[in-house]
């Protein structure tokens, strides 16, 4: 049960990192980007070249991952996302989700449809309570709760996470002060984009990477912030770990409704709280 529950928290953790994005771009600027599941994937090839055929170490290579997707998600930004200010949703669900299908195309292109595998950068087991547990979803787990603290501080302690807080809030009223805020939810988005890229990278070694890994990964996301409310960052973290703990224990006893399960919790949730656009 103890890996179960670990199994569960390694989940919900790279599902809060990767949905964390997803959460403060529909907050801060009103689009569903379906583009984020590209980026996600992205960083997960990154990783690869530049673990196998760069020959850096995992720490290293995983860096450059993250790194070389922020050029990427910045050319999204600059002329797919801010073209889309103020539209309707349909627009943006329409162009992300063309992005997202030019870059699975684009990545088999490179690197070939075949899924790859990697296996564990840590290799070492840590015994709890009897039983041994991979000391890398220990590692996940702690980042994913060192994430949630970093943000929370940018947002309510720095210059920039007050400006974007407040644009949430009353957007014409940040302008009318002279800021461009605009300007700073694009820093939000390239943020968001680096932490979907960092979660491909730290999942990569649980899961086989292949082009459309991205699809599977946002359906749960999405689910992830409907349940924890879009643009929520308390709300998103956490949705992320309850869900991953539904997943986990929901597989354990009955392996096929794993993910279904996590549907039915936001259908729910739905019910009791629509959402409003």
């Not at 890996?3 to 390694?10: A, D, K, P, S, V």
């Not at 990192?17 to 569903?32: A, D």
């Amino acid at each position: 049960m103890i890996g179960t529950l670990i199994y569960g928290l390694t989940i919900g953790g790279i599902l809060y990192i990767i949905s964390i994005g997803l959460s403060l771009t529909f907050g801060t600027m009103r689009i569903v980007n379906f583009a984020h599941a590209f980026v996600y994937a992205l960083g997960a090839y990154l990783l690869i070249t530049a673990f196998r055929k760069m020959g850096l170490s995992f720490l290293a290579a995983a860096g450059f991952g993250v790194l070389a997707v922020l050029p990427v998600a910045y050319v999204i930004e600059a002329y797919v996302i801010r073209r889309l200010y103020g539209e309707s949703l349909d627009y943006a669900i329409i162009a992300t989700y063309a992005v997202l299908l030019i870059g699975v195309d684009l990545i088999k292109w490179v690197w070939g449809a075949s899924p790859i595998s990697l296996n564990d950068p840590i290799g070492k087991d840590v015994e709890i309570l009897g039983v041994s547990l991979p000391v890398y979803r220990l590692v996940i787990i702690t980042l994913a709760f060192v994430i949630y603290g970093g943000l929370y501080l940018f947002f309510r302690k720095t210059i920039v996470g007050k400006i974007v807080i407040a644009g949430l809030d009353d957007k014409d009223a940040v302008r009318s002060l002279g800021i461009d805020v605009d300007r700073y939810f694009s820093i939000v988005f390239l943020l968001g984009s680096g932490l979907a890229a960092l979660g491909g990278v730290l999942y990569a070694p649980i899961t086989s990477v292949h082009p459309y890994m991205g699809f599977q990964i946002l359906l749960l996301c999405f689910a992830v912030v409907i349940v924890g409310g879009m643009g929520s960052l308390h709300g998103t973290f956490l949705s992320a770990f309850a869900l991953g703990m539904v997943i986990s224990l929901t597989g354990r006893f009955w392996g096929p409704a794993a993910e279904t399960m996590v549907f039915v919790v936001m259908a729910v949730v739905l019910i009791f709280k629509p959402i409003d656009v």
